[in-house]
């Protein structure tokens, strides 16, 4: 095995992971590799999609690769950007250096990336509005509106489930006697990690809305376009109700980048806040605890409450 196509191949052979993992941790390798070498967007445009850049990138000799070489990338990446450039080039290189590092398991070789240990360069969570006020208004207005935004909604502020996890949650799923939603391995979806397989508890609150909305739903809880498996690329059979509930939420002033997963995050903080923080870890699926706790839980000494309006949550 010496070169990146080399053990490109490897990892298709051997890493269980699910496709659109694998192609993000192939497209981290050949771009750090790109760089190590040399090879500027002016010279090949960097696309994985485009077939001169990669074949050009595959060739590079895995001996490019050293610990050296890459902090001085690093150094040079970083070097004179204001502090708040400075975090947002420094998240986006860790993350590129955490995937390339993924892949790089499955070669006989000396890793390159032992000295880059697992470093807080997330952003740590702040909500900007009171959860209880939030579904309040989802009440009110969005369940009005657009009741399938309404559904998920419900199901990311209440269970904390992702994306994927939400659009691919089928019926046999959500075990209404025992008031429990099990993530596992389905005909349609692979959990992320074997901590993201998990039973999750159903509020009461929760309970009486999907007893409802059971009545009247086919195989998935949420409305959508035909399921597709197995793919590299992001597809959501719920996307057009993704996209409305996203809208939502900007207008009721939720200014994340990612809004859907903002609320994923407070019910992670309102486990952490009921319970403790490995609670918070199991509820949320996640694999390392120090995740949780950097990104994932308000920063407040008290997190945050549902008070305002009453609201009985955990």
């Known amino acids: 095995m010496d070169t990146i196509g080399d053990l490109i191949k ?3 052979s051997s890493l269980d992971v699910n496709p659109k993992t694998l192609r993000q941790y192939k497209s981290a390798l050949r771009n750090l590799g790109s760089q190590l070498k040399g090879i500027k967007e002016s010279q090949l445009k960097y696309s994985c999609n485009n077939p001169e850049w990669r074949d050009k990138v595959d060739k590079i000799a895995l001996s490019t690769f050293s610990e050296e070489k890459i902090k001085q990338l690093k150094g040079k990446k970083l070097k004179g950007l204001d502090p708040l450039n400075k ?6 290189f860790n993350s590129t250096i955490n995937k390339a590092k993924s892949i790089w398991k499955v070669s006989e070789l000396e890793s390159p990336f032992k000295s880059f240990k697992w470093k807080q360069t997330t952003n740590q ?7 209880g006020i939030l579904l309040y208004n989802a009440q009110k207005e969005l369940k009005k509106t657009n009741f399938e935004a309404y559904k998920a909604f419900c199901l990311m502020l209440y269970l904390g489930l992702r994306k994927a996890e939400a ?9 209404l006697d025992n008031s429990l939603v099990n993530i ?3 005909q349609y979806f692979k959990p992320k990690s074997e901590d993201s397989i998990r039973g999750i508890p159903i509020n009461k609150n929760l309970l009486k809305e999907l007893k409802s909305w059971v009545k009247n739903s086919s195989v998935f809880v949420l409305e959508g376009l035909a399921p597709k498996i197995n793919l590299s690329y992001d597809y959501y059979r719920a996307d057009k109700t993704f996209k409305y509930l996203i809208k939502w939420m900007k207008e009721q002033g939720i200014e994340s980048y990612m809004p859907l997963h903002y609320l994923r995050k407070v019910a992670g903080s309102l486990q952490y806040k009921a319970i403790d923080i490995y609670a918070a870890k199991r509820f949320l699926g996640q694999s390392d605890i120090r995740t949780t706790s950097s990104s994932y839980l308000d920063a407040g000494k008290e997190t945050f409450e549902l ?3 009453k609201l009985t949550w955990l």
């Open 87 to 92: 975090r947002q080039a420094e998240i986006s």
């Open 184 to 186: 596992k391995v389905t």
């Open 125 to 131: 969570f702040n909500h900007s509005i009171e959860p």
């Open 307 to 309: 008070n305002p309006i």
């Open 167 to 175: 659009d691919t949650l089928v019926w046999d799923q959500v075990d």
């Open 10 to 12: 490897k990892a298709e």
